[in-house]
């Protein structure tokens, strides 16, 4: 088992930033990749973006490449979002998720978070 507890979401404003994190505890986390994804009201959950166990890969949705970034830090059994530039449409519950398999992390990983809300105002 793998336990998540995302924070760092809040209300900012457009064209401003955030930067969400990601604490796991539970089996090695370092044998884990991990993804991030978001749910807006009324809307599917989707992917944003994850990071391979050894962080040296990374992969991003079209809608927030360029502006976000994923990152990793496996001694602390963290993971973190850096989201810049900030849009309305970013509004939404953000969550982490682990899984060990690189390909299925992006699209159904074993271990959730219970998500952080990111609200962003125009």
């Known amino acids: 088992q793998v336990q998540l507890v995302e924070s760092g979401g809040g209300l900012v404003q457009a064209g401003g930033s955030l930067r969400l994190s990601c604490a796991a505890s539970?089996?090695?986390?370092?044998?884990?990749?991990v993804g991030w994804f978001r749910q807006a009201p009324g809307k599917e959950r989707e992917f944003v973006a994850a990071i391979k166990w050894s962080g040296d890969s990374t992969y991003y949705a079209d809608s927030v490449k360029g502006r976000f970034t994923v990152s990793r830090d496996n001694a602390k059994n963290m993971v973190y979002l850096q989201m810049n530039s900030l849009k309305p449409e970013d509004t939404a519950v953000y969550y982490c998720?682990?899984?060990?398999?690189?390909?299925?992390?992006?699209?159904?990983?074993?271990?959730w978070g219970q998500g952080t809300q990111v609200t962003v105002s125009s």
């Open positions: 998720a682990a899984e060990q398999s690189w390909g299925r992390v992006k699209t159904n990983p074993a271990y």
């Open positions: 539970g089996r090695p986390f370092s044998s884990y990749s």
